[in-house]
């Protein structure tokens, strides 16, 4: 490894940011191994995620707590909660309680911090490139307040990382992070392929990528252990200035396996010395992407090779004749077609990588050969058509994003909600009922259910009037018809209002006159009168036992058929409200 370009060294202080679903104690736990390693370069600050979620219960979800079976909340023994930095909402892409993990994190800023660099494992690792970029420039993420003396971090390290997606978190990354990155990927990562952390990749002016043979973990094995120290070491000189001595620290696949390394550890990673072989640049090492977004201009500049500009014939050639560093002792190997410095082993777990690859660099060649014959800027079109796809991004975010009215209203029916069930448990509590004791018909599912209005003559109801046990008693008012089986004792044969069944009786209910006018005739009736009778439609409209079944075709009145008589008992009511 490369020394430090100043004698003087400091321990440096990780910030260290776990996985979704997983927390502080087990990320603690299972980075044990490394932590001794670099006891002497660096100090760990493992932190909880402010948020509180369910477990995963799907396969590959390593560094999830052990807690099937049971509930998980607030009471939940904290190394047993599954921890989240967000939730994030599928539907628009936006990273749900963001800004309740901003507060939390300026909470430990200033409890904990500053800090020297920070280092995150899947959700965490998105926070890692979200937090190197706002270190840079504080003013990108609305309230977030860094410690004082906190300035850029000196270096990140993303493990099985990733872009965030949140459309507010775009402004991040309208400008590459300067910040160096280590990329820590697994080719059989099935959480997070190669793909979807080349997207934190590309937003990364200064990247180095190693790649580790096993899937969505962090990689501990002796090589790996003894490269995290080396490459740690190259950011402890006091002051710190800044240099490309951690692009010169060696691969975990050139070191020597320990005796308690697995077969299938990191060994089988790209080395270090093949990607730098020639004094290639460390931009090659950015899965294929395009050197001249990421490289720096420094490292760029002292590049001797165009990985580009080789085709896969000349890179086998020159491989296969100046093979050196360890190509023997790990079997046979292929070519990355993104660095023709680069060697990969040519086995099974390898060839999606090696083929998207290669289709890569056939499609950066076919985009540089006709850029040549239009006499194009190659390297400007390639800028122009990158900043296409982030604005095409970034609208599509947009795009996605519910209205401030959706937003409003399911505000609104979110706290309806919650006024609903807060309702229900006190009902429940204080008084022993949810309902509170009412059992109207809003309670009744049959209120809720669509129905078939059906249509009666007055011959047809008529025949509802209780005295066939087969068939419901009804009555109209209004035209309307309803059914009040439910009040037999009252509707029924012998009952009191049994007259009011089978018809149309809507002129009784105002004037009390049973006898002569069981009739749906209102001619006559006062405003006030015809309000009575709406009042009373409204009480079987609104009852918990009777439920509306219909409406009855009623004859026309004409000026030929007489208005109903008055009986004694309504014209003595109406002389009363005259003198009154």
């Known amino acids: 490894m490369a020394s430090p370009t100043s004698a003087v060294t400091r321990k440096l202080k990780i910030l260290m940011a776990h996985g979704y679903t997983s ?11 490394i932590r001794r390693a670099c006891k002497d370069v660096a100090d760990f600050t493992f932190v909880n995620g402010p948020h509180i979620v369910q477990p995963i219960t799907s396969a590959g979800d390593l560094d999830s707590p052990d807690t099937e079976g ?4 607030e009471n939940t023994p904290i190394e047993e909660q599954p921890r989240a930095w967000w939730k994030a909402n599928s539907f628009d892409a936006t990273y749900e309680l963001w800004p309740e993990t901003v507060q939390y994190l300026n909470k430990v800023f200033e409890k904990e911090g500053p800090f020297d660099a920070v280092w995150g494992f899947s959700q965490g690792a998105c926070l890692t490139g979200l937090l190197a970029s706002a270190f840079e420039k504080p003013e990108r993420v609305p309230g977030l307040k860094l ?9 990140a390290i993303a493990v099985s990382g990733f872009r965030s997606r949140d459309p507010s978190h775009q402004t991040l990354f309208q400008e590459p992070i300067q910040t160096p990155v280590l990329h820590v990927l697994g080719r059989a990562d099935q959480i997070v392929d190669l793909d979807r952390s080349q997207t934190l990749i590309d937003v990364c002016a200064n990247s180095r990528v190693e790649l580790h043979d096993g899937g969505h973990s962090l990689p501990s094995q002796a090589a790996w252990r003894n490269f995290f120290r080396d490459f740690i070491a190259t950011f402890a000189s006091e002051p710190y200035v800044a240099n490309k001595d951690w ?15 697995p077969s299938a550890s990191g060994a089988n990673t790209p080395t270090h010395a093949q990607t730098y072989a020639n004094g290639s640049s460390r931009d090659d090492t950015n899965l294929g992407g395009d050197p001249n977004e990421r490289a720096p201009a420094s490292v760029a500049a002292d590049a001797t090779t165009s990985p580009s500009s080789s085709s896969t014939t000349t890179t086998a050639q020159a491989v296969g004749g100046g093979g050196g560093g360890g190509g023997g002792e790990q079997g046979e190997q292929d070519i990355d077609p993104s660095n023709p410095n680069r060697r990969v082993p040519k086995k099974k777990a390898n060839a999606p990588f090696l083929v998207h690859q290669r289709w890569k660099e056939e499609q950066e060649a076919q985009r540089r050969a006709q850029a040549l014959a239009q006499g194009q800027d190659f390297e400007a079109e390639e800028e122009k058509r990158r900043e296409r796809k982030r604005e095409e991004e970034e609208r599509k975010g947009r795009e996605r994003k519910p209205s401030a009215f959706v937003k409003a209203a399911a505000g609104l029916f979110r706290y309806a909600i919650m006024g609903l069930a807060i309702a229900l448990l006190a009902g429940q509590f204080f008084a022993g009922d949810a309902l509170w004791g009412y059992r109207g018909k809003w309670t009744k599912l049959r209120t809720y259910m669509p129905y078939k209005e059906r249509i009666y003559s007055l011959p047809e109801l008529a025949l509802y009037n209780g005295r066939d046990p087969e068939k419901p008693i009804l009555l109209s008012i209004m035209g309307d018809v309803y059914d009040v089986t439910a009040g037999s004792r009252i509707y029924g044969p012998g009952g009191g209002y049994e007259f009011f069944s089978g018809r149309d009786a809507s002129r009784s209910y105002v004037t009390g006159c049973f006898e002569t006018h069981l009739t749906h005739d209102i001619r006559g009736l006062t405003a006030l009168e015809i309000s009575d009778i709406m009042n ?14 219909g409406r009855v075709v009623l004859p026309t009145l004409t000026e030929d058929d007489p208005i109903p008589e008055d009986c004694e008992q309504w014209a003595k009511q109406k002389l009363d409200r005259v003198e009154y």
């Open 23 to 33: 927390n502080s104690f087990i990320f603690q736990k299972r980075s044990g191994a």
């Open 147 to 155: 410690p004082n003396g906190q300035g850029p971090l000196r270096f």
């Open 247 to 261: 692009l010169k620290v060696i691969g975990p696949s050139e070191r020597p396996k320990g005796e308690n390394t």
């Open 536 to 549: 009373w439609k409204r009480f079987f409209d609104t009852h918990e036992k009777y439920f509306k079944v």
């Open 70 to 73: 049971k509930p998980i909340d």
